[in-house]
């Protein structure tokens, strides 16, 4: 019988015995992972709203999850809650995309002072433009802002310093920016805080080449202070909630989704130690035998998280018994959360999403209100192309899963 390269592949390469005929719950895009997480090796998380779901895991499954933003003693762990510690390694509310995460790098080590620092709300208030939701009313005077921004960048570079491994999600390519500096905000201005205005601020759809340069030029920032950390990336599966392009939103999801993917296979090619996680694949490729989606289309569902992270964990955390029983007494150790009457399902499916400031509702309320005419008026992107007037950018779906969560307001992806 004749032989070919094709003869002698092993199961995962054949998609009748990798796919057709996997068990309901059992598809497993992971060949082998390139490294595993000790249970003494430190952990940061970051990106956007699904990112959540993976620091909720490796908290609860007792992983040396790396904390360095946390409430001042006196706040109690409710107040911490709606103040969104916790959610990630710091406190910098959700990361859509490559651009957010290497500018972050920046400001925390003081390389770049964007020009538009705060916003103004009203005669007492003010805004943090790149964390816009992250303190629910606003922060009561500048000089607040300001020390806040000092203690959560001081924690932002302690997480890059110590951290062994960063796991990092990539939800969008769309963003907005100034026209003056460059800097990137994680909401169009005037979504959530300050003004919007086409003549300081304009829409831009990174490409692949975009997102690869900013991750690798953040890959090596990352490595000069911290030189053998590892990272993991991964895609959100959840959809855009609106495009400021002119075309439908599904096109727009598409070519986001896909271009950040292809960006994650040259950067995990290229790169020693930056392994690829397919979370994207199991929920939003379509080939398990359930529907991970819920009826909205965007939000993922409590089975559809389920199985992204027994993947992760089955590939990506090292088990063995005395790490089991450390990571026994960890659990043991952390924290006990106030008692809550919430479903523990709704509970653990809570995002504090940016994007969800996107939504529908919000937009055509938005749309009652009299705006400046300036931001009735359609921008344009950097090809020139117009685009959406006044909305941001913002995947919803992650976020729609945590629809009761104030913080869940916002971009997702």
């Known amino acids: 019988m004749k032989t070919h390269p094709y003869s002698k592949r092993p199961d995962y390469a054949l ?32 990106g956007s709203c699904f990112a959540q779901h993976i620091g909720r895991y490796l908290r609860s499954s007792g992983c040396n999850y790396l904390l360095t933003e946390e409430p001042h003693s006196f706040i ?35 390389r770049f002072t964007p020009k538009e620092n705060a916003w103004r709300e009203g005669a007492a208030h003010v805004v943090d433009p790149f964390r816009p939701q992250i303190q629910p009313g606003a922060f009561n005077s500048a000089r607040e802002l300001e020390y806040d921004r000092e203690r959560h960048f001081d924690a932002v570079r302690r997480a890059f310093e110590t951290l062994d491994v960063f796991v990092f999600t990539l939800g969008l390519t769309e963003l907005w920016r100034s026209r003056e500096d460059g800097a990137a905000f994680p909401l169009c201005p005037g979504v959530s805080g300050g003004e919007y205005s086409s003549a300081r601020h304009e829409f831009v759809n990174l490409g692949v080449d975009d997102v690869v340069s900013d991750m690798t030029a953040f890959i090596e920032r990352l490595r000069g202070v911290n030189p053998g950390a590892r990272i993991i990336l991964t895609v959100s599966p959840v959809p855009l909630v609106a495009t400021a392009e002119p075309r439908h939103v599904l096109m727009s999801t598409m070519y986001s989704k896909s271009a950040l993917r292809v960006a994650c296979d040259m950067l995990a090619r290229a790169q020693d130690q930056v392994a690829y996680f397919p979370s994207y694949e199991i929920v939003a490729g379509g080939y398990a035998s359930t529907d991970y989606f819920a009826p909205d289309r965007r939000s993922v569902t409590q089975e559809g998280v389920a199985h992204v992270m027994r993947v992760f964990d089955r590939h990506f955390i090292k088990r063995n018994t005395a790490g089991e029983a450390l990571r026994g007494a960890l659990r043991a150790l952390a924290p006990s959360r106030a008692v809550s009457t919430e479903d523990p399902i709704a509970a653990a499916m809570r995002l ?10 919000r937009i055509e309320a938005s749309g009652r209100d009299d705006a400046p005419a300036e931001a009735q008026s359609a921008t344009q992107n950097g090809s020139g192309e117009e685009s959406a007037p006044q909305e941001p950018l913002a995947n919803k779906a992650e976020c729609e899963a945590d629809a009761g969560d104030p913080q869940n307001q916002r971009l997702v992806d």
């Open 352 to 361: 504090m999403c940016d994007e969800e400031a996107l939504s529908l509702e």
């Open 76 to 110: 109690s762990p409710q107040a911490a809650e709606t103040l969104n510690y916790g959610l990630y390694t710091a406190r910098y509310g959700n990361i859509y995309t490559s651009r957010q995460l290497l500018q972050l790098f920046e400001r925390a080590y003081g």
């Open 15 to 46: 998609w009748r015995r990798a796919v057709a005929d996997v068990a309901p719950g059992e598809l497993d895009p992971v060949v082998e992972a390139p490294f595993r997480l000790g249970v003494r090796e430190k952990v940061a998380t970051a």
